[in-house]
């Protein structure tokens, strides 16, 4: 199956991250913040989609050829998470062969549950791992507005949904 990821608008994009993001990560690690910060600093911005390229093909080494993916892993009880990074830096410290893709946020976890998985995975190397999964993944990709009800969070499904 041929996956075509669509022109996401960040033609000027350098790779680094929003200086909101890590900060609000960094303080959700440490339990100076709280997890519906750090989730609305990653709604609002963009994410980097580490592609790879993966080798098809059998027989001698003129035979394969490789194609472009993106990223899925899988724990030991099954669950799958799909791959994503804060910054360009983020991503090499996991893998610095791979390519960054810049999407927003909410399109990596469209393609997130496209492709079966139970989480989006931020930051997987660190400096601050953060999985986003459960009625968070769903309204991320639902393109609902995320509020703040006291240290928790909630969705807000727009009118015309």
């Known amino acids: 199956m041929s996956r075509s990821i ?17 900060a609000a990560l960094s303080a ?24 790879v390229a ?6 001698a080494a003129h035979d394969k050829t490789s194609d472009m993916a993106a990223v899925l892993i899988t724990r030991p009880d099954g669950r ?6 804060t910054s360009a830096e983020t991503l090499r410290a996991w893998n610095p062969d791979a390519r960054p893709v810049p ?4 399109t990596a976890a469209q393609a997130t549950l496209q492709e079966r998985a139970d989480a989006l995975v931020v930051d997987v190397a660190g400096p601050v791992p953060f999985p986003i999964q459960g009625e968070d993944l ?19 499904r727009p009118a015309s949904d």
């Open 80 to 85: 799958r998470g799909m791959l994503v990074f």
């Open 54 to 59: 993966v080798l098809n093909g059998e027989g």
């Open 28 to 51: 959700y690690a440490s339990g100076t913040g709280a997890y519906v910060d750090a989730l609305a600093a990653l709604q609002a911005g963009r994410v980097l989609v580490p592609v």
């Open 138 to 156: 769903r309204g991320l990709a639902a393109g609902w507005r995320l509020t703040r009800v006291g240290d928790r969070s909630a969705w807000i």
């Open 6 to 22: 669509p022109d996401p608008g960040f033609s000027d994009d350098d790779g680094t991250a929003d200086p909101a993001v890590p």
């Open 103 to 106: 999407v927003t946020t909410a």
